[in-house]
């Protein structure tokens, strides 16, 4: 009996932690995503209104964003280089990122195929549609963290009690 309880224990603590795993990539897609958002709202001006170098403008506007922080930094240095092309560089960036899936790539990566390549009105343009883009991907991966996100570990949080129910 002693041991059908001990396994027990170890069950639910098993179907807790794949619990809390299910759930994982879904905050933290949110949490991406919104640090992107803020970082679109930080480069605008930093781009349009004091004119700073782009490779300049991305380690500043990347600045106290966790996710992004050191990734910006690192976009910033290779941008430094008049031998880095930026649209790899950026798509790179996005690749390494761990938050981001499918729609949310294309959409971001557009954003870096125009950036740098013309004046400020036009960069504008672009960060105002980057910027409503990220914003309706940030309300679709809440609306999949709160419905998938707390169904997916519900289940398997459920598996795990049925499975102690049938060994006790």
């Known amino acids: 009996m002693v041991l059908h309880v001990m396994a027990s224990g170890l069950i639910l603590a ?33 781009i ?52 981001l899936w499918g729609e949310d790539q294309p959409v971001l990566s557009e954003l870096g195929r125009v950036l740098g390549t013309s004046d400020a009105d036009h960069q504008h343009n672009h960060l105002e549609a980057a910027v409503r883009d990220v914003g309706r991907l ?9 419905r998938d996100g707390r169904m997916l570990p519900a289940l398997v949080s459920a598996v795990g009690m049925m499975v102690v129910i049938l060994m006790l």
Request: proline content about 5%.
């Open 138 to 146: 940030v309300e679709e991966a809440r609306r999949a963290r709160s």
């Open 48 to 99: 349009e209104w004091k004119r700073v170098a782009l490779a300049q403008a991305v380690s500043e506007a990347g600045r106290g964003l966790p996710h992004l922080e050191r990734a910006m930094e690192r976009l910033g240095e290779e941008l430094r280089d008049p031998d880095t092309e930026l649209h790899a560089a950026w798509n790179g960036l996005l690749a390494s990122l761990p938050g």
């Open 14 to 46: 098993a179907a807790l932690g794949l619990a809390r795993r299910a759930a994982h990539p879904y905050e933290v897609r949110v949490r991406t995503l919104e640090e992107w958002q803020r970082f679109l709202r930080h480069l605008m001006p930093l």
